[in-house]
């Protein structure tokens, strides 16, 4: 699609109206107004709501999001393939204090299982957890694939397993970061996943949370020279991850398995699903599963667990129309 300028023709508080209007998705290489920097936009039609960011470059424009899903579930309804990638914690799952105790929403096994029961959807889990650590909290069975620690595990649904083979240098190196977390006292706090470390601080007070970010980047960061292991913060924590691999690399390769016909939508809530929102853009659909609005490269967001489940109740409904036609 071509960059294209857009002006504002007048702003009420946050809300600016657009001259031309428009009705089409619109990616713009520059920003709405030279006296405006520093914006990022979310668009409906000639309707924009501006919220401060840093990221200038990446201003863009979507369409209303009923829009959207209206068309994008016509298309499933006809379509011959339909994956659906699920991030969990926070997506499928609220968050808990007990990271042990997150099980999904109300509704969501059920919705799971139909649609997996019915055999139309190929259903893609992709985690940060371990796989290992993932499957009894999801409780589907039997289950559908599973990718974990953030696509370095794969798990298919007849059981053949992908480990993470990330060699003896960073696996030193990640056991000389669980033992440096545990030295301080804070073991309860770390978790070892088979390519990374992370330590967790959910239900912290802001006293404690800061103190833990501390104490990981100060015993981390040495860890990280030569970009042998690279460290990033999470809706929860702080985790050491070996590089190369991220929720990016399982959607696009369960892509690249597809037929370019297939019917494709990603959902997930946390920053570590940016990597997979990019990697779905002009594929399929990305979703960010959130109540609050925030600078993402998803097109669409539901608010859990309510228009999660409409979501997916959706899904179910339209690629059953399909099954039954035949
Ligand atoms: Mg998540």
Redesign the pocket.
């Known amino acids: 699609m071509k960059p294209t300028t857009i002006g504002i023709n007048r702003m009420y508080g946050d809300l600016a109206y657009l001259w031309p209007p428009f009705d089409a998705p619109i990616a713009c290489d520059r920003g709405p107004s030279p006296m405006l920097p520093s914006l990022v936009i979310k668009g409906f039609h000639d309707r924009l709501l501006l919220s401060a960011s840093s990221s200038w470059p990446r201003v863009r424009v979507v369409m209303d999001a009923t829009d959207l899903l209206r068309k994008f579930f016509e298309r499933l309804a006809i379509a011959d393939e339909r994956v659906l990638l699920l991030?969990?914690?926070?997506?499928l799952a609220p968050f808990q204090v007990d990271r042990d105790s997150a099980v999904p929403y109300p509704g969501i096994r059920t919705i799971l299982g139909r649609i997996l029961e019915a055999g139309h959807t190929r259903v893609v889990v992709i985690s940060g957890r371990s796989t290992e650590d993932l499957l009894p909290l999801l409780g589907i069975k039997p289950h559908p694939e599973v990718w974990g620690t953030h696509g370095w595990e794969r798990l298919m649904p007849d059981g053949t397993y992908f480990p993470a083979g990330i060699g003896a240098a960073a696996a030193e190196a990640l056991d000389e970061a669980q033992r440096a977390i545990e030295d301080e006292g804070l073991g309860p706090h770390c978790e070892r996943k088979p390519a990374g470390v992370a330590l967790h601080w959910r239900g912290s007070d802001p006293a404690q949370v800061e103190r833990l970010r501390e104490i990981g980047r100060a015993n981390w960061r040495h860890l990280c020279r030569d970009g042998a292991l690279v460290l990033t913060e999470f809706d929860g924590g702080l985790e050491l991850r070996v590089p190369g691999k991220d929720k990016g690399h399982a959607v696009s390769t369960v892509l690249d398995e597809l037929s370019e016909t297939a019917i494709v939508a990603y959902l997930?809530?946390?920053q570590t699903?940016e990597d997979a929102f990019k990697a779905i853009r002009g594929k399929g659909l990305a979703v960010l599963v959130r109540s609050e609005n925030r600078d993402t490269a998803a097109e669409v967001r539901l608010t859990p667990p309510g228009e999660l489940i409409d979501f997916l109740n959706r899904w179910h409904e339209n690629a059953r129309m399909t099954i039954e036609r035949r």
Do not use: E, L, P, R
């Open positions: 991030d969990y914690d926070g997506t997930g809530d946390d699903d």
